[in-house]
Structure formats: C-alpha cells, structure tokens
C-alpha cells in the first residue's frame, strides 16, 4: 500500500508451459495470405502517413519501412479469426541515453488487428518501469489502450529476427522471437479475445527510429475464439478448521477479545473523518500519516476509534491509551525501496528491506510492548510470484523470513485497480491466492488480514465495481483473513485521500460488507467447521469456495464463485434434518435442502451467504 509517491511498476502473470500445452491453443492449419515488399505496395494496405517500400537495412533487398506517425493495416478477413503470423522485423539497435531512457515514450510496434479495432503488439517501448533499451514490450488496447504497457521478457538483439503471433482459438496470445517464447506475456490475460483480421504496423511515435518489415505471412480459420478461463491455482485449500480466528489473550491491550468484535480498518486516514468512517461500519485506523500524532488520537478517542499506528516517540507516551490497540510495522518493505539524495529528492530505487532487519525491528517493536500485536503489511508478491516491483535483489524465499516479523500478517494486491495488471478484472482471485500463500508459509499459524481496494487508486480507465469489491472480501475471508483493510485513495486523475466517499455506489456496497461483518462477527470469529460442507459445480471451471460454521445451533455456509462465468453449485451439508431450508442473507429469498442438499445459481464472481436454522 502506498499513500505518496505511489510506485509505479511492472506487475505481469506469467502462464506455466504445461498450462500452455494443455490448452492446445495453436490452430489448425487453415487459409493463407502472404506479402512480400519487392515491388509494391499491397493493394489492400490501408496506409496513414510516411509509409512505403524501402530498401532493406544490412542489403537484405526490399522491404516496407513505416515512419514516424504512420499507421499500416493489412486486413485479410472480414471475420474474427484463429491463426497464426510470422513476419520479419528489423532491430536496428537504437537506444535512449540518459534521462531519457526511464521517460514514456514509444518507438515502433507490430502485431495483429482485430474486428472490434483492438491491437495487439510487441515493440520498443520505454517508461520507468519498462527498459525499452535492453527488451521488447507488449501492448494490448483491448485492456487500456495504449496507457499500459508491459515487458515481453525477450531481450533485443540488433538485426532481422522473425516474430510469430499465435492467436489461439481459446482467445489466447502467444509471441515467439526466432522461435523463444516470450515468458512474461500471460496468453489468458491479454484480452485479446476477439480473434484477428488483420496486420498492423505503426511507426514510432516519439523517437526517430522507423519500422522495417518484410515477409508476412498468415495461416488462418475464420472461427471467433472462445474465451478461457485461466485456473485457480488451488494450493493450501481448503482452508483448515485449525486456522487461527481469535486474537492472541497475551494481546491484552490490543484490539478487542470479544467475539462480536470483527476488525475492519481503513488505510492511513485523516482522523478528522473517524466518524464517517463509523458510520460506514470501519471500526478502526491502520497506519497514521507521519504519526501518530498527539492532535490524532485525541481525535480518534473523541470518535470512539481505535487505532494500529507506529511505536514513535509519541505512541510510547501513550502506552496506556486504549485507543492504540496494535503497533504498525511498515509498509511493503518486500517491494523495491525508494532512494533519496540529501536534498530530500527521490533519485531511484533500491532493493527490498532485508527480512531480517524487518524481525530484529519486530523483536525490538514486542520488547518495548508485548501487550499489544504488531501488523506487517507486505505487497503484491505474495499472491503474484512475477511481480517485478521487488526488483532483480527480491527474492521468492525471502518471504519465508519476512513472515516471522509479525503477530498479524497482510498484504495488499489491487487486481482491477492496478493500471500494471493485465486483465485484472479477471484475476480477482488473487486475493485469496495471496491469502492461501500466507498461510501456507505460517503453517496456518497466524492471524491474516487483508487489504482491498475500492476506489481507481491511480487508474484513469478502470475502477473495481460494486460487485468486484463484494466478491474480492468476501474471497479473503472465505479463504482465511480474520480482518479487511480498505485503501481507500485515489491518485489519479486527481489525488483524493477519502476517495471512496466521492463513490456513492462503491461507498453503499462497502458500508453494506461492513456492516454485514459485524452482525455475523461472533459467527465468522466461532471455529471453522471445514468437514460440514461439500461442494461441486457444473461447470466445474467456475469453482465456488466455502467457509462453514456453526453458532448457537445454526448451520452457516459462506460461498463465493471463484471465476468471472456462471456456474450451478450443489451444497451438500452434514448434519441437517431431512426437511429444512437455507436463508440467504440479504437476498430475501431461500432454498430448500433436502437430505442436507441444496443447489443455487452463481453469477461470476458471485457472494451468497446462507444461514441453516436447525429445522
């Protein structure tokens, strides 16, 4: 999470090879089309700006050379379609020096056209967190137009290489160079699903360095491909009845023992709002900026919130105020750590915190108070393994050391709101991924929290809706996190601190998790009763995920489908009478179970909650 100077870096997935093979998504062989450039310009070509045949560099003959601004589209089909491209590009080794290096700017760009006027490309790109230097970046507009931009993992090499665009017909994106897959393009994840229909090329648009083209060629089927779900990776689940749900009694000043009580915090808030802030159920603050401070928690205690703040010089003064009930511990010291001069002014990056400074800091941070728990929040590598803002020194196993730096472990990933995250929309899973990642390292040993989005944060284009927002807490908690974080900022266009309540409808929907949390607050903090309930779908690539409990005789199911597709669900559930039925809450509606069964219908990403009296 991060409240100013908000890093802006590469986040990609990246598809394991056997998952590629298994979706067999190279086509059929099929029609051809083919272009030469030796003698003229294809009548077909629609041509805007300095484009036409040149001779090729290193005398290769002739060739199609695109300059700056100019645009070339080679249809071949007036329908989507499946196939495969090969054509030849000529790298001439042009680099930016300097400062400019790090600045946005594009260089030339090739790939395929499809009917809904999406491109898909690779080229030369260059922006803080793209090395359009050293590698080649790929581009789809059917996910922000031509705002994000993300690394191909294939390395330039001055000369003529051959490309290869395979669009498959489960509307999946491969690229190959000279016959290399590019390992950082996720061929579920381009949101090219449209299919293809024709070639195109574009001239750089802010540096002097042309295109070179030659020897196109197409194989094709005229079908539209059919949308795939990438899988969930099911590891660590389901989630144990041992998983920990109640804070530690040792903790005896941090935030409340009674079961009723739910945490549901918002990120480093201006205490000002604390009573707005009730008011949409959030029942306490996570992180004070460059606090706390003595004019902060007068003002929460005046609110009646609770605080988790840093152990500064003022928050020791305060040892026995019970509006500090934990103590923060940082904020994604795994990501890349930002580099100042003396002059106070940013010059870079460097690597991560060290794990071990951040459990000495911890050891240090329980020695001075041990009545209170000690909050890590950690970033998005926990759920994403290819997240490249840790930089080239962060390391996978690092996480194992981290993990021990803290009584209460959270994470942030924003997957619709992260302008780095291609097709975020469809990967809201994970957030129980991470979730599930955590436990897997504490040994289901720790309390888990959770922090979500639910504004833009710095996305112009895109928002998680209502829905997404519903979905992504109720994953968590399904999964395993005992308590939500809400980030509530937004940087771009313009920079809000409370964005969320510029959002009516997003604000309704948080409000209502909210309060819903905190009614079945004593049925999600009673033990988990991962034997009761047994689930299957239809289909079945649409799993839907469970969380079952047992309060004052009362049978609770808590399910959430995993994938953006419809799915039916059958419960089966133990210990029920012949003759009963399922509430749903807020739904106003119920089911009946028969012999302990019941079935429902889930829309993507849908939440139903159920309540089983015992008759």
Not at 299 to 325: K, P, Y
Not at 456 to 479: C, D, F, L, Y
Request: negative net charge; charged residues 20%.
């Amino acid at each position: 999470m991060t409240v100013v100077r908000p890093v802006l870096l590469l986040a990609v997935l990246v598809s394991t090879v056997a998952w590629l093979n298994a979706q067999d998504a190279a086509p059929q062989p099929g029609a051809e089309r083919a272009w030469s450039f030796d003698d003229a310009m294809p009548a077909e070509a629609q041509v805007t700006g300095d484009a036409a045949l040149a001779d090729a560099p290193e005398g290769a003959g002739r060739c199609l050379r695109v300059g700056r601004d100019a645009e070339v589209y080679l249809p071949f089909s007036d329908q989507a379609c499946h196939g495969v491209v090969r054509m030849k590009v000529y790298d001439s080794g042009f680099a930016r020096e300097g400062d400019a290096a790090v600045e946005y700017a594009f260089g030339p760009l090739w790939g395929v056209h499809n009917t809904g006027g999406d491109r898909f490309v690779i080229g030369e790109v260059w922006a803080p967190f793209v090395d359009g230097n050293s590698g080649y970046t790929w581009v789809s507009t059917a996910q922000n137009g031509f705002f994000d931009r993300w690394s191909a993992g294939l390395a330039r090499q001055p000369g003529w290489h051959e490309w290869e665009f395979i669009i498959g017909l489960d509307a999946t994106v491969r690229v190959l160079l000279d016959g290399q897959e590019a390992p950082s393009i996720d061929p579920a994840g381009t949101g090219f699903g449209q299919g293809f229909n024709g070639i195109y090329l574009r001239g750089a648009k802010d540096v002097d360095e042309p295109l070179f083209v030659d020897d196109i060629a197409v194989t094709f089927i005229a079908a539209k491909p059919e949308r795939v779900l990438k899988p969930f990776p099911r590891t660590n689940w389901p989630l144990p009845s041992t998983h920990p749900v109640r804070p530690d009694p040792a903790w005896t000043r941090g935030y409340p023992q009674d079961p009723g009580f739910f945490p549901i915090a918002v990120w480093c808030q201006d205490p000002k709002n604390a009573a707005r802030y009730k008011d949409a159920g959030i029942n306490l603050y996570v992180a004070l900026w460059e606090g706390p401070t003595e004019e902060q928690l007068a003002a929460l205690r005046a609110a009646g919130m609770r605080a988790i703040c840093d152990q500064n010089e003022v928050g020791l003064a305060h040892m026995d105020d019970d509006t500090i009930v934990g103590w923060m511990h940082g904020d994604e010291p795994d990501n890349a750590q930002a580099v100042y001069n003396a002059q106070g002014e940013m010059t870079g990056y460097g690597p991560p915190v060290p794990p071990a400074r951040i459990v000495e800091s911890y050891r240090s941070i329980k020695q001075r108070d041990p009545s209170r728990p000690v909050v890590l929040n950690l970033g998005q590598g926990i759920a994403n393994g290819n997240w490249r803002g840790r930089g080239s020194e962060g390391k996978p196993e690092d996480y194992d050391t981290y993990v021990l730096g803290a009584d209460i472990l959270s994470f942030d990933i924003y997957p619709v709101a992260d302008t780095e995250l291609a097709a975020g929309d469809r990967y809201l899973w994970l957030v129980p991924k991470g979730v599930d990642r955590l436990r897997g390292l504490t040994g289901n040993g720790k309390i888990l929290w959770n922090a979500l989005e639910c504004t833009r944060i710095g996305n112009t284009r895109a928002k998680p809706s209502p829905e997404q927002v519903r979905a992504e807490a109720w994953m968590s908690i399904i999964h395993g996190s005992t308590g939500l974080i809400w980030f509530v900022h937004q940087f771009e266009p313009t920079f809000i601190e409370a964005a969320l309540f510029e959002d009516p409808d997003v604000l309704a929907e948080v409000s209502a998790i909210n309060h819903r949390l905190q009614e079945l607050a004593p049925v999600l903090n009673s033990p988990t009763r991962a034997e009761l309930v047994d689930v299957t779908t239809d289909p079945d690539t649409t799993p839907v995920d469970v969380l079952a409990k047992q309060y004052e005789g009362e049978t609770f199911v808590f399910a959430v489908a995993m994938q953006d597709a419809p799915t039916r669900a059958r419960f089966t559930v133990e210990g029920l009478p012949a003759e009963c039925s399922a509430e749903v809450l807020g739904e106003d509606r119920s089911l009946a179970v028969q012999d302990g069964v019941f079935e429902d219908d889930f829309r993507g990403y849908a939440v139903h909650l159920y309540r089983i009296p015992p008759r």
